[in-house]
DNA sequence: AAACGCGGCAACCGCCCTCTG
DNA sequence: GCAGAGGGCGGTTGCCGCGTT
């Protein structure tokens, strides 16, 4: 025999609250305090569900709760602690006082995410959206060039993770057979990347290894300059021959866009990028000092220009 | 002034883990 | 140990207000 259920759903008012119904709600709570959700609504005169009770007290009614627009360090705080602990609103309101889960939630999808979308940051995985990239070109261009292959994964590596991991995992082999090619040697990158690695899981990740691999570019890119290579190591990473890889990431990536390439927007992670004109005429706009912000938040230099901005909307 | 579209947000839904009898 | 409700949480809905046409 489990509990009795918390209430009888039937007749039991739904909506919005009444001012009379909030009154109803804080008198009792001020006098009993919270919890017992289910004798609550009888208790205090209220023909509501106990769970609705408890999300108006927790969302709305509370005396600590925090009204009115997010303040920028706020909205700082929120993107840092959502790049590393994802849509734990829960976890992210413990941190923040005086805002609720809910309210979070809400003002991430409706000002933040858009806003980091308008600035061509992945709101997932806080890292620039280079899945746009035409990596075909890359491969055609550089091949058989050894040195600008290397450099331009390296970079690419050190930067991209929107993109499938298979395709990930297929690049850093293309890199892994060209160095063992030229009998570069990944230890000292590998032993680098593990104590990067494992100085950040110590200090940010609450999710140890998991978190790695679902991310590991995000890692990497923490400890590394975009212009050294630093190469992820896989233990079960495949050597390939050349042209096949260059095939798998052909038939993976399916590029089309010839709007973007590496080379165009690459140059400005590092250098100093206006908003665009397309971007300046909205309304909703982000000012310099956000963007600046945000680029520091993020550990970006810059954030790259964005040439098309139908694509985010 | 009415119609329409859109953005913001409170509230609800439903899943999942915890807890109770 | 088990069944089933409680509670927490992320996702979604739908209402409302505001701006535009």
């Known amino acids: 025999m489990g509990r009795t259920p918390c209430c009888d759903k039937n007749g039991l008012k739904k909506g919005p609250w009444t001012t009379e119904e909030d009154q109803k709600l804080i008198d009792y709570i001020q006098k009993n305090g919270s919890g017992n959700w289910r004798i609550l609504p009888k208790n205090a005169g209220l023909q509501r569900c106990g769970k609705s009770c408890r999300l108006r ?4 009614l509370r005396p600590d709760i925090k009204r009115g627009k997010f303040s920028l360090e706020e909205e700082e705080t929120i993107i840092h602690l959502h790049s590393i602990l994802g849509n734990k609103w829960s976890a992210i309101a413990a941190r923040l006082p005086g805002r609720t889960d809910n309210e979070i939630k809400n003002y991430w999808n409706t000002h933040i995410r858009k806003k980091l979308l308008r600035m061509g940051i992945d709101p997932i995985t806080h890292r620039p959206r280079l899945d746009l990239l035409d990596l075909n070109s890359i491969f055609n261009h550089s091949l058989y060039n050894s040195t600008q292959l ?5 970079r690419l590596l050190g930067v991209q993770s929107l993109i499938n991991p298979e395709i990930l995992r ?5 890199l892994s057979s060209h160095h063992q090619n030229q009998n570069f040697l990944l230890q000292s990158n590998f032993q680098e990347n593990q104590l990067c690695n494992s100085n950040v899981q110590n200090q940010f990740n609450p999710f140890g290894q998991a978190s790695l691999i679902q991310n590991p570019i995000q890692n990497i890119s923490t400890c590394s300059d975009l212009n050294t290579p630093s190469v992820p190591f896989y233990s079960d990473t495949l050597v390939m021959q050349q042209p096949n890889v260059e095939q798998s990431l052909s038939n993976i990536l399916n590029f089309n866009s010839q709007d973007f390439t590496f080379d165009s927007i690459l140059p400005t ?3 100093p990028s206006s908003t665009p004109t397309s971007l300046n005429s909205n309304s909703s706009t982000i000012s310099e000092e956000e963007r600046e912000s945000y680029c ?3 550990n970006f230099d810059n954030i790259p220009n964005i040439l098309d901005v139908n694509e985010f909307m």
Do not use: E
């Open 57 to 60: 007290w927790t969302n709305y």
């Open 150 to 154: 290397n450099n331009n994964l390296s």
């Open 170 to 174: 297929l690049a850093n082999s293309l």
């Open 269 to 271: 992670l590092s250098t």
């Open 296 to 298: 520091s938040m993020l």
